[in-house]
């Protein structure tokens, strides 16, 4: 194992854990949580295994898109803290061994923010080039908008110039002109100014409409898109050579590819996939491992120091855009059957338990899928406890809510007055009197301790970190079985995503006469001389193990 790897590389054996200080503990009782709450509970996420923190956007804002609406990109949000505050934090996550990362959100800003706020004053702004703006009235561009139930077209008339400007968020959110020299400039610096405080880099929002705005919509000509993206790179490794960007690309392997720079390998450090998560669901949804198997053989090639990011559930809606319009409605029925439960006609607002009726089975094999897949996992908080959505709550702030800390009011996330705590827990099974951190850690069976031994089993496979993956054959379409061989290691995973109880045949001509040792606590499994074994699977039932050549027990 090469340790250099291991220490110049650190997000490909990472485990990533993105929260919202905001809805994570509220240490000052004002009913919103702050960075002096995290503090207090980084030591739940060192015992948890977490290596990476993702904290989602606490910069100032104007109020209506959960931080995304941006004011200020150097500053803190009053609510959660100050900049004091956070570096604080810096300071522990530090002592702790975690890195972390942080929103990199400058397709937009808050029409709010001094810079559009100078814009619309005058055409003749120094500010009116940092957004993009038009003088003739816009066709129509409703199959454009991101929300479709917010917004009906992505450009807005500005009645104090006549003229109209981008947006292809919500109208209080204008496109930022990235054509503009000047305006990547500025975001050079803000990242400049991140990465001096500590961070290891950063997750870009909606990365493909960043450099979309490269086109030349901006009245500067045509630019290379893609171009820019590795002018980011490039900066970023300037600056710190172990800092990463994550980037939510939402688009087909191809496209995706595009992203990591192709073979050079020089845009994106890491990109969510997408395809893979989305057909995690279906295969969930079918009961059978065949949608999986079918994206991992799609799954194209990636530069050595490039890495996928693997998921099940994200702080947006859980959207199906990639599927067909068939295959979505699939996961519609069984796993978001209510109108309610689903958003945009793309995607559910759920989180996964509830979707699964609370079946710690198959809640346990669905996260130990994206645990040992090829890639780096990224967890959303609260899964490691099973939390559930609130579908009281607007939108996407239905999986937004408290963390569950204990079985007291909202979880003993705030000793706040009601009325001041903005976000509310789930009601019923899923309400923190049932699902909350106190009471699992007293549990040697909870979810928590699986999600705990599960994390720290994974960090002892850098093979699904850094690996090649091999499909194998079992017999069955129910398992689906790979394999991820790194160095002189080679572990494999078996999940059966059916319910019956079965046994599924492993044939590993290379590893005849092997012992392939349970990393569970399971029984060994012995191979013949041929490499052939039978492994037995419980129903939704998954194992991981290691092969150990004969000499090695």
Request: charged share 25%; proline share 7%.
């Given at each position: 194992m090469?340790?250099?790897e291991?220490?110049d590389?650190?997000w490909?054996?990472?485990t990533i854990?993105?929260l919202?200080v905001?809805?994570?503990l509220?240490?000052?009782?004002d009913?919103?949580?702050?960075?002096?709450?995290?503090a207090?509970r980084?030591?739940?996420?060192?015992s948890?295994?977490v290596?990476?923190l993702?904290l989602?956007?606490f910069?100032p804002?104007?109020?209506?898109?959960?931080?995304y609406?941006?004011?200020?990109f150097?500053?803190?949000d009053p609510?959660?803290?100050?900049?004091?505050?956070?570096?604080?934090?810096?300071?522990?996550a530090?002592?702790r061994?975690?890195?972390v990362?942080?929103?990199?959100v400058v397709?937009?800003?808050s029409?709010?923010?001094?810079w559009?706020?100078?814009?619309r004053?005058?055409?003749?702004s120094?500010?009116r080039?940092?957004y993009?703006?038009?003088?003739?009235?816009?066709?129509d561009t409703?199959a454009e908008?991101v929300?479709?139930?917010?917004?009906?077209?992505?450009?807005?008339?500005?009645?104090?110039?006549?003229?109209?400007?981008?947006h292809?968020f919500?109208?209080?959110?204008?496109?930022l002109?990235?054509?503009?020299?000047?305006?990547?400039h500025e975001?050079?610096?803000v990242?400049?100014?991140?990465?001096q405080?500590?961070v290891?880099?950063?997750?870009?929002d909606s990365?493909?409409?960043?450099?979309?705005a490269?086109d030349?919509a901006?009245?500067k000509g045509?630019l290379?898109?893609?171009g820019y993206m590795k002018?980011?790179?490039?900066?970023?490794?300037?600056?710190?050579?172990?800092a990463?960007?994550?980037?939510?690309?939402?688009?087909?392997?191809?496209?995706?590819?595009?992203y990591?720079?192709?073979?050079?390998?020089?845009?994106?450090?890491m990109?969510?996939?997408?395809?893979?998560m989305?057909?995690?669901?279906?295969a969930?949804?079918?009961?059978?491992a065949?949608?999986i198997?079918e994206?991992?053989?799609?799954r194209?090639?990636?530069?050595?120091?490039?890495?996928w990011?693997?998921?099940?559930?994200?702080?947006?809606?859980?959207?199906?855009?990639l599927l067909?319009?068939?295959e979505?409605?699939?996961v519609?029925?069984?796993?978001?059957?209510?109108?309610?439960?689903q958003?945009y006609?793309?995607?559910?607002?759920?989180?996964?338990?509830?979707m699964l009726?609370g079946?710690?089975?198959r809640?346990r094999?669905a996260?130990?899928?994206p645990?040992?897949?090829?890639?780096?996992?990224?967890l959303?908080?609260g899964e490691e406890?099973?939390m559930g959505?609130?579908?009281?709550?607007?939108d996407?702030y239905?999986v937004?809510?408290?963390?569950?800390w204990?079985p007291?009011p909202?979880?003993?996330?705030?000793?706040?007055n009601?009325?001041?705590?903005?976000?509310?827990p789930p009601k019923?099974?899923?309400a923190?009197e049932?699902v909350?951190v106190?009471?699992?850690?007293?549990r040697?069976?909870?979810?928590?301790a699986f999600?705990?031994?599960?994390?720290?089993r994974r960090h002892?496979?850098?093979e699904?970190?850094?690996?090649r993956l091999?499909l194998?054959?079992t017999?069955?379409?129910?398992?689906?079985a790979?394999?991820?061989s790194w160095d002189?290691g080679?572990?494999?995973?078996?999940?059966n995503?059916?319910?019956d109880a079965l046994?599924?045949?492993l044939?590993?001509p290379d590893?005849?006469s092997?012992?392939?040792?349970?990393?569970?606590?399971g029984?060994d499994i012995d191979?013949?001389?041929?490499?052939?074994?039978?492994?037995?699977?419980?129903?939704?039932?998954?194992?991981w193990?290691?092969?150990?050549p004969p000499g090695?027990?």
């Amino acid at each position: 194992m090469n340790t250099m790897e291991l220490t110049d590389l650190w997000w490909k054996n990472a485990t990533i854990y993105c929260l919202d200080v905001e809805t994570y503990l509220d240490w000052d009782a004002d009913g919103a949580g702050d960075f002096k709450g995290l503090a207090q509970r980084l030591d739940h996420l060192t015992s948890l295994g977490v290596s990476c923190l993702w904290l989602m956007p606490f910069y100032p804002g104007g109020g209506k898109d959960d931080g995304y609406d941006v004011t200020d990109f150097y500053g803190v949000d009053p609510r959660v803290g100050s900049l004091g505050d956070f570096v604080d934090l810096m300071r522990l996550a530090k002592e702790r061994g975690l890195r972390v990362i942080v929103d990199l959100v400058v397709n937009h800003t808050s029409d709010q923010h001094p810079w559009f706020r100078s814009a619309r004053r005058s055409k003749d702004s120094p500010h009116r080039d940092y957004y993009v703006w038009r003088a003739d009235e816009p066709p129509d561009t409703s199959a454009e908008v991101v929300f479709p139930d917010q917004e009906d077209g992505i450009w807005e008339l500005d009645d104090r110039t006549g003229e109209y400007y981008l947006h292809h968020f919500y109208r209080h959110e204008p496109d930022l002109n990235v054509a503009n020299p000047v305006v990547r400039h500025e975001i050079a610096k803000v990242m400049g100014y991140w990465l001096q405080l500590g961070v290891s880099g950063f997750r870009v929002d909606s990365a493909p409409f960043l450099i979309g705005a490269m086109d030349g919509a901006g009245g500067k000509g045509p630019l290379d898109p893609h171009g820019y993206m590795k002018a980011l790179r490039s900066f970023l490794n300037r600056r710190s050579g172990e800092a990463i960007l994550l980037g939510e690309v939402d688009l087909s392997y191809p496209e995706q590819l595009e992203y990591f720079g192709g073979s050079q390998g020089d845009e994106l450090t890491m990109v969510f996939d997408f395809n893979l998560m989305q057909r995690t669901y279906l295969a969930l949804a079918r009961r059978t491992a065949t949608p999986i198997r079918e994206a991992l053989k799609a799954r194209p090639d990636i530069p050595a120091e490039a890495q996928w990011a693997t998921f099940l559930r994200s702080h947006d809606e859980l959207t199906l855009d990639l599927l067909s319009e068939a295959e979505r409605q699939e996961v519609f029925d069984v796993l978001g059957p209510e109108e309610d439960m689903q958003i945009y006609g793309r995607g559910l607002r759920r989180r996964l338990p509830p979707m699964l009726e609370g079946d710690e089975r198959r809640i346990r094999l669905a996260y130990s899928l994206p645990m040992s897949m090829p890639g780096t996992p990224v967890l959303f908080y609260g899964e490691e406890i099973g939390m559930g959505e609130n579908l009281e709550e607007p939108d996407r702030y239905s999986v937004r809510t408290p963390m569950q800390w204990g079985p007291g009011p909202f979880g003993d996330f705030s000793r706040a007055n009601t009325r001041r705590i903005r976000r509310r827990p789930p009601k019923g099974s899923f309400a923190p009197e049932h699902v909350n951190v106190d009471s699992q850690q007293k549990r040697p069976d909870s979810l928590l301790a699986f999600f705990t031994q599960m994390i720290h089993r994974r960090h002892a496979c850098p093979e699904f970190g850094f690996g090649r993956l091999e499909l194998l054959e079992t017999g069955t379409e129910q398992v689906l079985a790979h394999r991820c061989s790194w160095d002189e290691g080679s572990v494999l995973a078996l999940h059966n995503l059916g319910p019956d109880a079965l046994t599924a045949t492993l044939h590993l001509p290379d590893a005849a006469s092997a012992v392939v040792a349970d990393l569970f606590g399971g029984d060994d499994i012995d191979l013949d001389e041929r490499g052939h074994a039978g492994v037995e699977m419980q129903a939704y039932g998954y194992r991981w193990l290691r092969i150990k050549p004969p000499g090695r027990r």
